[in-house]
């Protein structure tokens, strides 16, 4: 951030409190001189490289945005493997994630800003008088609050801001007049309807037309929402209160922070992922930085970097405080539960957590966000991107990837701060990444799988809003930008705000440190930029020194339980309670153990064996809390195990001209035939077999012969179409699903079962792709005839796949790679039909599955159940695990002491840790909450 304001109106924020404010405020940006000469450690590198990684983001950006413009505008999004435009309501609904669409031209409002920062200024003046003509933002559907205030109102205003400021300078956009504010300022008013409750939190949904109340509306019957849905308002809101002097956006925005921060958990200082918008309850109590809960922390701190209120700043150091002595185990970040938080809630973690090291390093605080920036960059080495979720032993959790920005965003904020250059290293990698594993003729793909590079037909706007920017800036001199970037704060979605606007309009009188919060002390300054700026100069090796210990961290990971658990009972000097892991149900010990946790063991008929906990059967009320942590890690080992035993999906790749391995189809595997995860991947032409269904002996053996036979689900067993075309010559079987409309996007995959009998001459491999994947292949085969294959457990990289009389046509150069040349003709076929009740046989579709409760307790019993199948009684799933971590050697986290908590055990007299007792209902009560709370984290998606 320059104090050189620029233009007429243009002012700087008044430092409530020099030099806080600016360190504050410039945190990331301070340290830009920091660059320096380095002795060891990455390499500089040289300003031609960075030109060219520059270069390559651009080359991306108009590959992205052109075909959003050519194939899918006015669309709110691009759909980059069937090459055409995302409309609500005409593709099967995602669920929750669709409520970002509100026929508004999402990408193109989330793109305004991004076009000036890569320096397409003519770029952007087309597409501002797009959203002025084209945009209408009073359709009849419902949207989400959040996603409406962070993409659509933030991309206004980013458009807004650097409109004015283009027009200033005097050349560009001379036409504007406030246009884009106007809008912004409609849509804001048709946001305010949410926030009519009690509470002044918005509800998280709202009809564009119809706003909340009428029952044309379809919707506000919610109860809940989310933290970070009702947290994440004020930079918007009170840009735009600032920008149009209509003071109402910021009231309401202040008022809903205002609620959520009485609301915090008082002793433990933590807020819970989701709240009661009546009542204020939390309706879930883990708490974490990521899912949920993400951009509401960022809002405090950055609220006081664009508002300069100090109120903001001493509710995100108390957070902050609370995150790092609960939340934050360098390096991972792990949830807690807010009034236990000393007790992990979970043993993975999101992705989207990946913003919080560039928080950090806004907060100054920089040795974690190093920590935990270098854990992340090496899941993403594993995996080429970061699934959507992993566990503690950085196993797959969840294996999506959706092209999200927030690891791009901490490299940029690290690099900022530290210089180093590893940091542009690591942007080399995601750049080389997206173009080798996302990038599709038509576009970039989400990855659906990670573990197999198959991709999903998505292109979230926030990848054009945020990634384009992140990668760009990263590589980008000063001279490089048009206007400067150090002006501006960034929002969540990467929409930039003028930091002027702190002294513009402001009606709302600034909570300048009163009585009601504590004064700041010397050390909240020694976590601020100062300090660093004083570190790196002297020491340039810094970074290094912290993320060299860590080298090892993902790939020689150590088996981890849930960690602190142990610890408590360690800390009350109670013997340490059974691991879940460890539990062997012909163990004598182990029974004992359980009985007096009062876990009673029951053995099923079918081998399986059932754990029930009796709370008032425990030999005291510390060992009822063992039982009870006993069976929650029971429980999560459990759904583990069960995620392991399915087969993961497989990849149809697509080879042949025009693909050359760019679109990669979710499959699902057979439980019989060749095992593709064992073998060699099979790649061939594809046929289709006649009969279609494949129920019979087929009737075009020479056309099959030599191929991958494509055959349609239906009629008959699995087992039976794979023999069929086996006996034809076939090398392999595409079974592709009759169900017209069914895709892997919202359709769970699933194992092709077996026919019961013994199936081990079926030895050609078999896949089975949803009906909207098969249709790829078949519009390829209608449109290039001859369409090659590859059948595998993982997508193959595109360089080894490689014809090389074809190489040249490979190549994705701004010039040779004319984006939609053939993926735009390649799908006709629109899905319609989401109505997945009507699979077929359920004979065919036996998969593995999870052990069905028998004999379940009655519900007087019911505190607490856990199923076990034979299988597992024994096992370490762990084993499996090398057991070496940092330095070398296995050091557990479980063994690591931790600060004892003054906070939980000297406040609230309730939490019973350690050796005080604690009556049998309030503990029955907790019980029952925890319950409650896990299994909603267990069936929790992002
Ligand atoms: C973006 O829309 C925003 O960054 C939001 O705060 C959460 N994450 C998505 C992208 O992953």
Not at 41 to 50: F, K, Q
Not at 704 to 714: D, N, P, S, T, W
Not at 854 to 878: F, H, K, L, Y
Request: net charge negative; proline share 6%; hydrophobic share 35%.
């Amino acid at each position: 951030m320059s104090e050189a304001g620029g233009g007429p109106g243009w002012g700087f924020p008044v430092p409530q409190r020099a030099p806080w404010s600016l360190v504050a405020a410039t945190a990331a940006l301070c340290l830009v001189s920091a660059t320096s000469v380095w002795p060891a450690g990455a390499a500089p590198m040289s300003r031609e490289e960075r030109q060219k990684l520059g270069n390559q983001v651009l080359e991306m950006f108009d590959h992205a945005y052109g075909n959003y413009m050519e194939h899918a505008y006015p669309a709110d999004e691009l759909m980059p493997l069937t090459c055409r435009g995302r409309v609500r309501g005409q593709e099967p609904s995602r669920g929750d994630v669709d409520d970002a669409l509100g026929k508004f031209s999402l990408t193109l409002i989330d793109s305004l800003d991004t076009l000036v920062v890569l320096n397409k200024t003519k770029e952007f003046e087309d597409a501002v008088r797009k959203v002025l003509r084209d945009v209408n933002l009073d359709n009849d559907v419902v949207v989400s609050v959040f996603e409406t205030n962070i993409r659509v109102l933030g991309g206004l205003l980013g458009g807004h801001s650097l409109a004015i400021m283009l027009k200033e300078k005097g050349e560009y956009m001379q036409w504007y007049n406030d246009e884009l504010l106007q809008m912004a300022k409609q849509l804001g008013y048709k946001l305010l309807p949410a926030f009519n409750t009690t509470s002044g939190l918005p509800y998280p949904r709202i009809n564009l037309k119809f706003g909340i109340r009428k029952p044309e509306a379809r919707t506000g019957t919610e109860t809940d929402t989310c933290t970070a849905c009702a947290g994440t308002l004020i930079l918007e809101f009170a840009a735009l209160s600032r920008f149009t002097g209509a003071t109402i956006f910021e009231e309401y925005a202040r008022k809903a922070l205002d609620f959520l921060w009485e609301k915090r958990q008082r002793s433990s200082n933590l807020v819970g992922v989701t709240i009661n918008i009546h009542t204020g309850d939390w309706v879930r109590k883990d708490s974490g930085v990521g899912a949920g809960i993400d951009s509401y922390y960022e809002y405090l701190l950055k609220a006081y970097v664009l508002l300069g209120d100090d109120s903001f700043l001493e509710r995100f150091n108390t957070h902050y405080d609370a995150i790092m002595r609960y939340i934050s185990q360098p390096p991972l970040l792990l949830d807690v539960h807010i009034h236990k938080p000393m007790l992990n809630a979970r043993t993975w973690m999101d992705a989207l957590l990946a913003f919080f090291p560039g928080l950090q390093v806004l907060k100054g605080d920089i040795r974690p966000a190093i920590e935990t920036h270098e854990m992340l960059y090496q899941v993403i080495k594993k995996h080429n991107f970061l699934p959507e979720a992993f566990t503690i032993d950085f196993r797959v959790h969840w294996a999506q990837h959706p092209l999200r920005p927030e690891f791009a965003e901490s490299t940029y904020f690290l690099y900022k701060a530290t210089g180093d250059p590893y940091y542009l290293e690591v942007g080399k990698t995601l750049i080389e990444n997206l173009n080798k594993y996302a990038r599709v003729p038509c576009g970039f793909a989400a990855m659906k799988d990670v573990r197999t590079g198959s991709h999903e037909d998505r292109m979230d706007s926030f990848f054009l809003a945020e990634m384009f920017k992140y990668l760009y800036l990263l590589f980008a001199d000063k001279e490089d930008i048009i206007f400067d970037i150090e002006d501006y704060i960034f929002t969540t979605e990467a929409h930039l705000l003028p930091l002027w606007l702190s002294t513009t309009n402001q009606s709302i009188p600034k909570k300048n440190t009163t009585s009601e919060y504590t004064e700041l002390d010397d050390s909240n300054f020694d976590w601020t930029c100062p300090n660093t700026q004083i570190l790196f100069p002297n020491d340039p090796l810094y970074a290094q020194s912290i993320r060299e210990p860590l080298k090892n961290v993902v790939d020689k990971s150590c088996p981890r339980g849930i960690i602190r658990v142990r610890e408590e009972s360690f800390r009350s000097g109670a013997k340490p309670p059974l691991r879940a892991r460890d539990f062997m149900a012909t163990n004598p010990e182990h029974l004992e153990i359980l009985k007096k946790m009062g876990v009673s063991l029951i053995h099923l008929k079918d081998g399986r064996v059932q754990l029930v906990q009796h709370a008032i059967q425990a030999a005291s009320s510390i060992d009822a809390e063992d039982g009870l942590r006993f069976m929650q890690e029971m429980i999560e080992l459990s759904s583990q195990q069960q995620k392991e035993q399915q087969l993961p999906p497989r990849a149809v790749q697509i080879v042949s001209h025009p693909f050359f391995g760019r679109v990669v189809l979710t499959a699902g595997p057979a439980q019989f035939g060749l095992d593709l995860s064992k073998h060699k991947e099979t790649r061939g032409f594809v046929a289709s077999s006649k009969p279609y269904n494949g129920c019979s002996e087929l009737t075009n053996p020479e056309a099959v012969m030599g191929k991958i036979a494509l055959i349609q689900r239906g009629q008959c067993m699995f087992a039976e179409k794979a023999r069929n075309i086996q006996n034809a010559g076939a090398i392999g079987g595409i079974v592709i699903d009759d169900n017209e409309g069914s895709s892997s996007d919202t359709a769970p995959l699933f194992q092709m079962a077996g026919d019961g009998k013994d199936t081990d001459d079926i030895k050609i491999p078999m896949l089975f792709l949803f009906s909207k994947e098969g249709s790829i292949i078949l519009d390829a085969i209608r449109e290039y005839e001859d369409v090659e294959v590859l059948l595998s457990d993982k997508a193959k990289d595109r360089a080894i796949l490689k014809d090389p009389e074809m190489e040249s046509e490979e190549q994705p150069s701004s010039e040779n790679d004319p984006p939609n040349q053939s993926a735009e003709q390649i799908i006709t076929s629109s899905s319609q039909d989401p109505d997945l009740a009507e699979q077929a046989a359920p004979e065919e579709r036996a998969l593995s599955p999870p052990p069905e409760p028998a004999g379940a307790p009655s519900p007087a019993e019911m505190d607490n159940a856990a199923n076990i199948s034979p299988s597992e009684q024994n096992s370490d799933p762990t084993e499996n695990h090398e057991s070496t971590s940092l330095g070398g050697e296995c050091t557990d986290l479980d063994d690591q002491p931790q600060e004892p908590s003054e906070t939980e055990e000297d406040s609230n007299p309730n939490v019973s840790w350690g050796q005080k007792a604690q009556p049998i209902d309030s503990i029955l009560a907790d019980w029952n909450e925890d319950i409650e709370a896990f299994e909603m984290m267990e069936k929790d998606e992002l």
